[in-house]
Structure formats: C-alpha cells, structure tokens
C-alpha cells in the first residue's frame, strides 16, 4: 500500500467552517436549487409554449411511472420541472421542520428525490413510504431527524404507489387521458407505503455491510432486493399479468433529435457555474483545499465532515461541468460514426441522472475516481464495437443509448473502488456494471427507482470477493490521499 500524506496535517481555509455552517449552507443551497427548478418551470413555460401546462402536471400526477417513464413526454418541459421544484421545496421544508442537522446523507437523499422527480417519482407517490418511516419512528420512538435521509430513499419505491392508485386494480381498464382511483387501489398503497417503512431502516445496514461500503447508493442495493420479492409477489406469485412501462405519444417532443438539450444545457451550466462560484466565495475566494478532496480515496470519506461544504460546492461545479461536457459528447457519436445506432438527449431520464451522479458528490464522489468507472463503460462499448465488426453483427447501442446512460450516472457510486484500488479496479467495476446494467430491471420489474443503486450495488458483491481471492491489496488507505 502506497505512504500517503495525512490529509489531517493539511491547511484547510475550512477549518473554522462548524457543522452548523454545514448545515445552514446545505439548507440554503437545496433551496436556492428548488427555487431555481421552478424558475426553470415559468422560463420553460414561455419558452415552449405549452398550453396544456397543468394538464402535463396532472398526468404527472396521475399516471403509472415504472422505468423508465419520460416525463418531458408524458407532461412536458414545464410541467416536469414545476413537479421536481415542489417536491424539492417539500423536502427542504422537511430538512427545516424536522430539526435535522443536515449532513451528507441528507444532501444525498434531497438529490435522489429531485433527481427521479423527471422520470418516476411526483408530489402525490412520494408520500406514502415517507410517511411510512415517520410512522416507524413513532412506533418504535425514534427521532425522526435521524431518519429524514432514510424517508427520502424510501421514495424509491414511488412507483408501486402510482401502479396501486391507476393501474393494478384496473388491469387492462386503465387510460392515461382518464385516470381512475379505486377504493382498494388507494388502500393497497396505504398499506404499502406504511409497510415499506418499516422494512426499508432495516434492510439498509446489512446490505450495507454486505458491499461493505464500496457503493455509494448504499440504499439502491437495499431497495432493490426489496422490489424483487414485492414484484414477484404482486405478479409471479398471484399469477397476474406483468405490467408494461407506459407507452407516451408525444410526436411534437420525439421530433426533436437531442431532446431539449440546449434548455438543459444551459440551465445546468448556469446552475454549475453559480454553485462553483458560490463555494469559490465561501471558500475565502479561493479553490485552496480542492486538491485535497481531488486527492481524496472516497472510501469511507465524509466530504462534508472533513472538507466542509464550500469545498463540497466546487466539487458539485466542476464535477457537474464536466458530467454536462461528457453527455453533450457521447449525443453527437452516432452523427460521427454513422454506423451506430441513435441514442437520445436530454429527455427528462436524462436530466434526472445529472442530478443522480452528483448525489454523493458531498460525501465520496469527485471527478478522479469516477473517470476510471466511465472509462470502464466506453471499454465494454468498444470490445462490443469491435466484436459486432467481426460478426458482421448490428451494433445494438451506443453511450448515449438511455440505460447506458441512466446506468453510469449509479455506476459512479462505484469510485471508492478507484479511490481503494486504483485505476485499473475502477476501469473494472465500470465494466462489470455496464455489462449488467440493462438486465437489472426486469428482476424488481422497473419498480425501483434506484435501479442504478441496485445495479452498483450487485457489481460491489460479485467484485469484492474476486479482490479479495486473488488478494488484491488496496493501494490506498482511506483516510489518505496520494499525490
């Protein structure tokens, strides 16, 4: 193992910075974010002209949301923002009421809400497993501030609300234009959402313990078992027939080529460059101290504990920055080489996991161990490039096909490996995971928002015990960086 240098014995401009800093600048910062979702909402209402803005709403509301349900398709660009902005006031409210001492895990679970908030998750299905966890606190007489991260991953499970209320007692009887709620639909997501509660606080630490922290999304492992056994349950073990994702006719949307890549692309570079220069302001004008958390392993690292939360901004600036340039790149590939097929742009998926790989960005994930896990995924499409020439095969997907995308965006909470191993494990765990990516879903049958979470978190158990059979030592320690 590599000697490193303590990061204990650096200078930090942060080291007056007290957790009640932290906490304030998280509280201020998730709603200047939600402020800026909905001020994104009004500015893409004018520029879209959407005339059934509320409409788009309600069928947000009111319609099943498996994976992958597009929101800019199902309701629009407005109105998809407007739902990601009230969801994200809801919960920095919730961070506000409940007394909470915002830490990293909080910011992790308040981006994983806004980040399905495009694709799955809306104001009306996120209730239910939230209020499940607060009953669990009640019951078991625990503080619920200690468990406000837990009821925003329980979210997750949004989408088994949504089938409850508009589809599962419905059966083939369900339209979108013509949503209906029946008496035991609403009772059976009751039950589950109160249910879920209780099971998801228990499930967290031995899933944890069993990836022994190498995934990030430690929730999606979790989560993701969970749906496994609701959804063979629900479906398999009642012998109902299998629901599909909801099928959207949106001609005006899908004529266009990237999505709405240039809306996105400005917005989240604003949003980038306004959070960067907010850390750079809070840091004393400075970026002094990034080259530590740059350094860092990210292994059981705390970003916000030990370089506080304007370091923690710059690192959400540049690493979001750099997340923008990748997409914008790997859009274009099939215009380069005319031989793939086309992927997509910003649809609201899309958007979504821009949020999604920043989760951790306060708590583990910076740009230098996430590049290996990106390198690993362009190393599987290019063996497949290549085997698919030789086979005279038809090359089946490209970077910027939707769950390659959807899949990296989770697959960077699989950097503890690089920050551990180095870069050849990291290249690797990228790998592993880009393979499995695509298959992961039919095993909770796309009820599981964090599918991704779910997908890192299988890649965690199959390459730990590899590493650890041919002793593969970590070069790193974890509370060491290298220089």
Known sequence: MKKAVLHKHLPHPNVGVSHDSNHRIIVFYTLFLSLALLVASVVAFFSTHEEQFLQGLVRILTSPSKL?????????????????AICGLACNFII????????????????????????????????????????YCLVRKKKFSEHVHISFFSTALAPFISEFLFRYTLSENFSAEQPQITVLGVCLALIFGLASGFVVPALLPGTTSMHRGFNLFKAGLAIGILGIFLNAFLFQSLGLEQSEALKI??????????????????????????TLALGFFLNGRSLKGYKALYNSTGYGVDFLDKFKMPLCLINIGIYGLLIIAYLNIVFILPEIFPALPNGVGFTGATTGVVFAALTFAADGQQPRTVFPIVIGYVVLFVIMC??????????????????YINGLAFATGLCTFSGKYGFKVGVLAGFLSAVICTSTATMHGGFVLYNGGFTAGLTALVLLPILDFYNVKPRFDSDEFHN
């Not at 992958?68 to 990601?84: E, I, K, P």
């Not at 308040?110 to 607060?134: D, E, R, T």
Request: proline share 4%.
């Open 68 to 84: 992958v349900t597009d929101y800019f398709a199902l309701g629009g660009l407005a109105s998809t923002f407007l739902n990601a």
């Open 96 to 135: 506000r009421i409940s007394k909470v001492k915002a830490n990293a895990t909080t910011f992790a679970g308040y981006m994983l809400v806004i980040a399905h908030c495009f694709y799955g998750l809306n104001f009306l299905n996120m209730w239910p497993s939230f209020f499940g966890v607060v009953t």
């Open 249 to 274: 006719y949106n001609p005006e949307y899908y004529a266009l080529p990237y999505g709405y890549r240039g809306f996105v692309s400005v917005f989240f570079a604003c949003l980038f460059v306004f």
């Open 386 to 403: 290549i085997i698919c020439s030789i086979a005279d095969l038809v090359i089946p997907w490209t970077l910027s096909t939707q769950a």
